[in-house]
């Protein structure tokens, strides 16, 4: 079965800072790569989703892949309080399949 | 949200009633989705639905089953709603490029 895995925080930054965020996953053979933010209470919504190495840039978020590593990333400049959310990182085979989630705080 | 509908928003049922939830999408998607996310679990797979009929089994399928006799509609039934069961459900729909998510069920068994 499909794993994959987040710390769960909370990560805590300072407004205006880079907030990294980082995803493991088991199967080698999977293809395509979500982040979800997830406000409280709030459904997830769909920030970024990124296929191949390197990097993917999208305004202040960055999606970071390295399948060779197994490893994706997201990271978020000039972080506001706005961002504070759980974010959810979803590797999808023949359906998505997320992570515990990332909780974010930023403070101002 | 992607014309997304559930039904109820919140519900209180009893151990041992069914219970059906009701997901409702306005674009004509063919894949549709029920998940249920718990503290310390996060969003788990529970059935699927690939077109009208079509269904499968996700990771936590046991005690619940689905429905889908319309493209825009897929039901979700506790078919004896269990204390375990209480949980946030969430529908989705869309394929590879990502899910778009309903705002969600809340659903308490006491």
């Known amino acids: 079965q499909k794993e994959v895995e987040q710390n769960s925080g909370p990560l805590s930054v300072p407004e205006g800072a880079i907030a990294s965020l980082n995803c493991t996953y088991s199967d080698r053979g999977s293809q395509s790569f979500f982040w979800y933010r997830q406000y409280s209470g709030k459904s997830p919504e769909l920030i970024m989703f990124i296929y191949s190495n390197g990097d993917k840039e999208d305004g202040r978020f960055t999606a970071q892949l390295n399948k060779a590593s197994q490893y994706v990333s997201l990271l978020i400049r000039d972080s506001q309080p706005s961002d504070s959310a759980t974010y959810l990182c979803?590797?999808?085979?023949?359906?998505?399949?997320f992570g515990k989630g990332t909780m974010l705080l930023v403070s101002p | 949200d992607a014309g997304i509908t559930q039904s109820p928003r919140h519900k209180v049922t009893e151990t041992g009633t069914p219970v059906t939830l009701r997901c409702h999408q306005t674009?004509?998607?063919?894949?549709m989705y029920w998940y249920r996310q718990d503290p310390g679990h996060g969003l788990r797979l529970i059935h699927y639905s690939y077109g009208v009929k079509d269904t499968d089994k996700g990771e936590v399928s046991d005690g619940y089953s689905v429905s889908r006799s319309k493209t825009e509609d897929f039901l979700l039934t506790l078919e004896s709603a269990t204390s375990s069961q209480t949980s946030v459900y969430f529908c989705?729909?869309?394929?590879?490029?990502?899910?778009?998510f309903g705002s969600g069920t809340r659903l308490t068994v006491v």
């Open positions: 674009e004509n998607h063919r894949y």
């Open positions: 979803a590797v999808i085979d023949s359906t998505l399949t």
């Open positions: 989705a729909v869309g394929q590879g490029n990502g899910y778009t």
